[in-house]
Each structure stands twice: as structure tokens, then as C-alpha cells.
């Protein structure tokens, strides 16, 4: 019996260092199971910093898009500003010289009056048509916008804008679009009215602007970014789901809108988390 217990303690006394041991240094007992922490696989945080390199890449290159597409319609403003204005040079010189002004003849030598034939008498009233050429000739000729003067309006807003001079182009535009908001440049003024005052952050006029652009000109060559910067403004407002619904809008009103424009409603719908783009 005495040596059972002996036995015993001696192998009690053996697995009790190992046991502390085992807590001191914190390693599982036998049999336990080992917790791995997952290690990030390398290729995909390769893809990661590419995707986002990739997304920067996108955002600086439409800006500089953007920037392109507005000083190609500042030259073609400009080249038909000169077009018009060398035509107006060509018509004076081709018109013919003005009349020369020929005396009156001189008047006759008096006769005698005994042997002249009676002068008519004179009417003693004039007739009903000299009266209605008289008010027609009295009457102001209606004022027409001269064509070369719009255009020189419209040319000078755009370089405030090219300039960076937000504030001065936003008042030049409105001016423009005051004085001849029927001119065919007028679709174009409002666009870019509405992106002075994108840039300046004024979200809620740039939007009601855009809206302007699309009710009056639907068809106009810059319609289809109006409607994806409109969405960009509603999203800046903090009303996405109105956003998405001009992405929709977008895509069902202008399905041969440019690839630039497709492209910029793509990233649009990204920044408001529409469900399709």
C-alpha cells in the first residue's frame, strides 16, 4: 500500500512542473485546439491598391475631359463669332455705292398768266393711303439683336468662365440669358450658368438650371450632361434616390449620348449608390 502511494506522488510531483510551465508560457495543453489568425492574402491587397489607383485615374481623367469638351465649344463659339463677322465685312463690300443725289431741274420762267393753262387745285385734304404711309414711315422699325453682337456676349461669358472667374461668368451668363433668352446660344449659356454655380456649390440653383435646360431644350447637344450633372447635384443635396432616378432618366432619354457622358452617369451612380447603373 505504501508503495502504491509513493508511486503515486512521484508521478504527481513529475507532471506538476510541467504543468506550470504549460501556464506560464501560455501554450495549449495536449490536444487542444490551435487558433491560426488569418493572414491578408497579398494578391488581393495588390488588387485593392489597384482598384483604387485605378478609380483615381478615372476621377482625373473625366475632369480633364470635362475640361477639354468646354474649351473645344469656347473655339467653335469663337470660330463662328469670326465666321460671322468676316460674312458682315464681305456684305459691306460687295453692296453697291450709294446713289448719287441728282438736282432738281430749274423751275420754269414765269409765263403769262393770261395765256397759261390753270394750275389744278390743290386737295384739300391728303388721301386716306398718304395718311397710312405717313404712320407706317413714323412708326419705329422693331428692335433686332445684332447676330454678331450676341455672339460677341455670349464669347465674353465663356472666357470669364475659362479664366476661373466663377463670379463673373455666373453674372455675364444670367445677363446673356436676360438679353436674348431666345438666341441660339441660350440652351448652351444655361448650362454653363448651371456649372458656375456647381462649382461654387450652390447645388439647389445649379439643379433648378439644369431642370431649365431639359424643359426648354430637351434635344440641345449639352441635354444629356445636364441630366448627369443634375443627378450629381441632387446627390450633393443628400437626396441620392432623386439622383438615381435622373441616371434612369438619363439612360432612357439619351441612349446615344456620348461615351464621356455614359461614362460620367457610371461613376455618378457609384458616388449615389444606385442599385443598376
Known amino acids: 500500500m505504501k508503495s502504491l502511494v509513493a508511486a503515486g506522488l512521484v508521478a504527481l510531483c513529475a507532471a506538476t512542473p510541467l504543468a506550470a510551465q504549460t501556464f506560464r508560457t501560455g501554450a495549449p495543453p495536449p490536444g487542444a485546439p490551435i487558433a491560426v489568425s488569418p493572414t491578408p492574402d497579398p494578391a488581393l491587397l495588390r488588387a485593392q491598391a489597384r482598384l483604387d489607383?485605378?478609380?483615381?485615374?478615372?476621377?482625373?481623367?473625366?475632369?480633364r475631359i470635362e475640361q477639354l469638351e468646354f474649351k473645344l465649344a469656347a473655339e467653335t463659339a469663337e470660330r463662328a463669332r469670326l465666321a460671322a463677322a468676316l460674312e458682315a465685312l464681305e456684305l459691306k463690300a460687295a453692296a453697291p455705292p450709294a446713289a448719287a443725289v441728282v438736282d432738281a431741274p430749274a423751275a420754269p420762267a414765269a409765263s403769262d398768266p393770261a395765256t397759261s393753262p390753270?394750275?389744278?387745285a390743290a386737295s384739300?385734304?391728303?388721301?386716306?393711303?398718304?395718311?397710312?404711309?405717313?404712320?407706317?414711315k413714323a412708326a419705329p422699325d422693331p428692335v433686332v439683336a445684332d447676330p454678331q453682337a450676341v455672339r460677341a456676349a455670349y464669347a465674353n461669358a465663356q472666357e470669364l468662365l475659362l479664366r476661373g472667374d466663377h463670379g463673373g461668368a455666373e453674372t455675364a451668363f444670367r445677363a446673356f440669358l436676360e438679353a436674348h433668352p431666345d438666341s441660339a446660344e441660350a440652351p448652351d449659356a444655361r448650362f454653363w450658368l448651371a456649372?458656375?454655380?456647381?462649382?461654387?456649390?450652390?447645388?439647389?440653383?445649379?439643379?433648378?438650371?439644369?431642370?431649365?435646360?431639359?424643359?426648354?431644350?430637351?434635344t440641345a447637344a449639352r441635354a444629356p450632361d445636364a441630366m448627369v450633372k443634375l443627378a450629381a447635384s441632387l446627390r450633393e443635396l443628400n437626396r441620392s434616390p432623386e439622383a438615381c432616378q435622373a441616371l434612369a432618366e438619363f439612360r432612357r432619354r439619351y441612349p446615344a449620348a456620348s461615351s464621356a457622358a455614359k461614362q460620367r452617369a457610371l461613376v455618378e451612380g457609384q458616388r449615389a449608390g444606385c442599385a443598376a447603373n
Open 53 to 63: 489607383a485605378l478609380e483615381t485615374a478615372l476621377r482625373e481623367a473625366t475632369g
Open 118 to 120: 390753270p394750275a389744278p
Open 124 to 136: 384739300a385734304a391728303p388721301s386716306a393711303s398718304a395718311a397710312a404711309t405717313d404712320v407706317a
Open 195 to 218: 456649372e458656375t454655380l456647381f462649382v461654387q456649390r450652390a447645388f439647389g440653383e445649379a439643379a433648378q438650371n439644369y431642370v431649365e435646360l431639359l424643359r426648354i431644350a430637351p
